[in-house]
């Protein structure tokens, strides 16, 4: 049986999310897990870029795995609450319109909901020892 990539289920489930979605999570990610309080002051764009950099590094499989872990522990402590997050995106570098800002919360909560999706299915615990045994018998 054919597994398909942890990773690439998660990156085609983020490149699904708006822009301003995709920076407030990448700094949000960014200035949990970095030991550099620098971070902070990088704007949406710059945390976003580091992020994706670093979540497509070559490394072996069960690293990768390590870091969609991490991912997945700060995504779901970030999805548990939406509040949370809609207050951060509000006070992120992201300028958010008007009109968006409005229906946030709304989009904050489908988000969540896909979140949790993903993690029943790509990013459970099971799909990802399938996937690195699968890696590993190569």
């Known amino acids: ?14 490149n699904r999310l708006s822009r301003e979605q995709r920076h407030t999570l ?3 990610y960014i200035i949990m ?10 704007s949406g764009g710059e945390s976003l870029n580091r992020f994706e950099e670093e ?16 991912i997945k522990g700060v995504f779901n402590f970030i999805f548990s609450d939406t509040s949370f997050i809609v207050t951060h995106s509000k006070n992120s570098s992201t300028l958010l319109l008007d009109d968006v ?8 909560e489908r988000e969540a909901q896909r979140w949790q999706a993903l993690c029943r299915g790509a990013l459970s615990d099971e ?12």
């Open 26 to 28: 990448a700094h949000l």
């Open 101 to 108: 800002t409005a229906i946030a919360p709304y989009l904050w």
């Open 55 to 70: 979540l497509v590094a070559p490394e072996f499989p069960i690293r990768r795995i390590s870091r969609l872990l991490i």
């Open 1 to 14: 049986m054919e597994h398909r990539s942890p990773e690439k289920a998660f990156i085609d489930w983020f």
């Open 127 to 138: 799909w990802l020892h399938c996937w690195l045994t699968s890696q590993t018998r190569l």
């Open 33 to 42: 897990t970095s030991a550099d309080s620098g971070d902070f002051a990088l």
